[in-house]
């Protein structure tokens, strides 16, 4: 079985872009997930864990009309719990439903008090949207809050959005093409 670290590095190499998986199963994430769940009800927590996880098979599967669905199901069983919240905007954004995905992702950052895993989440997904939209200042600034909660991924985004770092790696690709073939 694979360490932590081997399934971070793993996630990294074939999902390099994806925002949600930093790096799953340590030990500190999981506590911090348990932080978010204590207040709840375990038998509906675990209702609740149980209808997301067959939420996100079936969005896996490309249903993601019943994703949202069932992603609605666990908000109906703890509508204070962040993540059902994160998860359905998810599903929401892949479906279209831009201002719907906003709405859900608002709402999960309200209820997570802007702090944890799922907030962390929620600030990526927001960011992604407000960068599709041209909402760059808004994207950089969920970026930003959601490096400070420790997402790699949206670290890079900054990076990316940084024209000063823009200019440079296109000058040192310019260059580095110029030392490899001198004649162009």
């Given at each position: ?10 996630q ?10 930093d ?9 911090q997930v348990?932080d ?17 996880q ?10 993601i009309?019943?994703a ?5 199901q ?7 719990r962040?993540?059902?919240?994160n ?8 479906q ?18 802007k ?20 909402q ?6 969920d ?8 997402s ?12 000063y770092a823009?200019?440079c ?9 110029k030392l ?5």
């Amino acid at each position: 079985m694979a360490t932590p670290d081997d399934q971070a590095v793993l996630q990294t190499i074939f999902n390099p872009t994806t925002p949600f998986g930093d790096i799953p199963g340590l030990d500190e994430y999981e506590e911090q997930v348990q932080d978010e769940d204590q207040d709840f009800d375990s038998e509906l927590l675990t209702n609740a864990k149980e209808l997301e996880q067959q939420g996100v098979l079936a969005a896996e599967a490309g249903d993601i009309t019943t994703a949202i669905k069932i992603f609605s199901q666990a908000i109906q069983i703890l509508p204070k719990r962040a993540s059902g919240y994160n998860n359905r905007a998810q599903a929401l954004r892949l479906q279209g439903d831009t201002a719907g995905a906003l709405q859900d992702l608002n709402i999960a950052l309200d209820l997570s008090r802007k702090t944890g895993p799922t907030a962390c989440q929620a600030f990526v997904q927001r960011g992604l949207i407000y960068r599709l939209q041209g909402q760059e200042e808004a994207a950089r600034k969920d970026f930003a809050r959601a490096g400070q909660l420790g997402s790699e991924f949206a670290k890079h985004q900054l990076v990316l959005m940084n024209p000063y770092a823009a200019l440079c790696n296109r000058m040192l690709k310019s260059m580095i093409l110029k030392l490899r073939n001198p004649d162009i």
